[in-house]
């Protein structure tokens, strides 16, 4: 299974393709962020994103695209803004016919963690050493986009279990 993870983000939205192989073994194929820059515009930025994540897709044809479910922030108005960057994420996954995977917050940190309240350091030495990776993710965002990869692969394996 080929997992495209997603950290939306107004600034960078990381990416991350994780596969498993027969074993259960995880694998980084790519990871990074999209750069997005404050002085354009709001629509130019989404549009960044949209045009960034298709490529994404197009070149790692993922089975699945993970992403995080909206949280409550502080900021209504950065809830907003990174609501818009997610819906231009899951618009970017079902104009390719991928399926679609939502998970909170806490279900990620605690799939990595084993801590559903993990900070952003946590996360990444856990994905580094879930992926056995020997240089840390760049940017944070990236750690997280492989750490909700690694969430949905952790409960589809389960679920797949589950089912035999």
């Known amino acids: 299974m080929r997992v495209l993870g997603i950290d939306c983000g ?12 027969t074993s259960g073994h995880l694998h980084t194929l790519d990871c990074g962020a999209i750069r997005l ?3 354009d515009p709001m629509s130019q930025r989404l ?12 070149r790692h044809a993922p089975d699945v695209v993970a992403i995080e479910e909206v949280f409550h922030a502080a900021n209504s108005r950065t809830a907003l803004l990174l609501g818009q960057a997610r819906g231009v994420a899951l ?3 079902a104009m ?6 939502e998970y909170a917050p806490l279900a990620v940190k605690s799939a990595v963690s084993g801590y559903g309240l993990a900070d952003k ?22 750690s997280d986009a492989l750490a909700i990869a690694i969430c949905h692969t952790h409960h589809a394996q389960t679920a797949a279990a589950q089912r035999r």
Request: charged share 20%; hydrophobic share 45%.
């Open 91 to 93: 618009l970017a996954a």
């Open 47 to 58: 549009c960044t994103i949209f045009s960034e994540l298709t490529t994404l897709i197009e």
């Open 37 to 39: 820059s404050k002085q």
């Open 96 to 101: 390719q016919n991928v399926a679609i995977a």
């Open 121 to 142: 350091e946590q996360v990444r030495f856990m994905v580094m050493r879930l992926l056995h990776l020997d240089t840390p993710p760049e940017p944070l965002d990236a």
């Open 10 to 21: 107004t600034r960078f939205t990381g990416y991350g393709v994780v596969e498993s192989d």
